[in-house]
């Protein structure tokens, strides 16, 4: 059963407004939370982090934002560029969650396009 | 600085045989991660070493996976008797300890 969910397989939107990208989790041990992105034929590059302890983290246009009693985060994009267009992974560790310490836990992905 | 390093960048092979795919982490990391990532999936953990603790091997598939890391630093993922069901993109990944993960850019396994 997937840990973390990511619901939309895709999300299409225009230059200049945000992008909301939204991920589920289930295991409440988890304790740290992070998204990557990824361009085609290239790893994951590490975009922003939230603890448990916050329920907001903020750098530049991006913005995560943490409900652990919904066990939900989501991911702002403000404002949408098209160099943005990309496929962005939720990721979840925490210790003792019952998996390997320090191993992260993936979503399948949203695939983001940005229009001009 | 010099990122995650992965060689090769892709490999074709047939069913049955071994394949070994390696990782250069970035210099000082003391956590280096294995995943894979088939076709439409996210990426799935597969094998993790910190530091000269004992790897944990709980995500590895089948013990046809191994993997090691020598000196603390490089490590060498090795898929033995290769069947299609093992073509993915295998990522590796650093980190200082606990910390945010460094992703390689990954080899590309086709198993034909």
């Known amino acids: 059963d997937q840990q973390v969910k990511q619901n939309s397989p895709s999300l299409s939107v225009q230059e200049g407004r945000i992008s909301i990208l939204n991920c589920d989790y289930t295991n409440s041990m988890f304790d740290y939370f992070l998204w990557y992105k990824k361009y085609p034929a290239e790893g994951p590059t590490f975009l922003i982090s939230?603890?448990?302890?916050?329920d907001k983290n903020e750098d530049g246009r991006f913005t995560v934002f943490l409900n652990k009693s919904a066990k939900h985060l989501s991911l702002h994009i403000v404002p949408s560029q098209p160099g943005d267009s990309a496929v962005y992974f939720c990721a979840a560790s925490g210790w003792n969650y019952g998996g390997s310490q320090g191993n992260l836990i993936f979503g399948k992905g949203t695939k983001l396009s940005v229009k001009p | 600085g010099a990122g995650v390093s992965q060689s090769p960048s892709n490999k074709v092979t047939e069913k049955g045989k071994d394949v070994e795919l390696r990782c250069d982490p970035i210099?000082?990391?003391?956590?280096l991660y294995w995943y894979r990532q088939s076709l439409g999936q996210g990426l799935e953990f597969l094998i993790y070493f910190q530091g000269n603790s004992a790897p944990d091997k709980s995500g590895l598939p089948s013990d046809r996976f191994s993997a090691e890391r020598t000196g603390g630093s490089v490590s060498t993922l090795t898929i033995q008797r290769t069947q299609q069901e093992d073509s993915a993109v295998y990522l590796c990944a650093s980190s200082p300890m606990w910390e945010t993960q460094y992703f390689g850019p990954g080899t590309r396994l086709l198993v034909l």
């Open positions: 939230i603890s448990s302890i916050k």
């Open positions: 210099s000082g990391h003391t956590a």
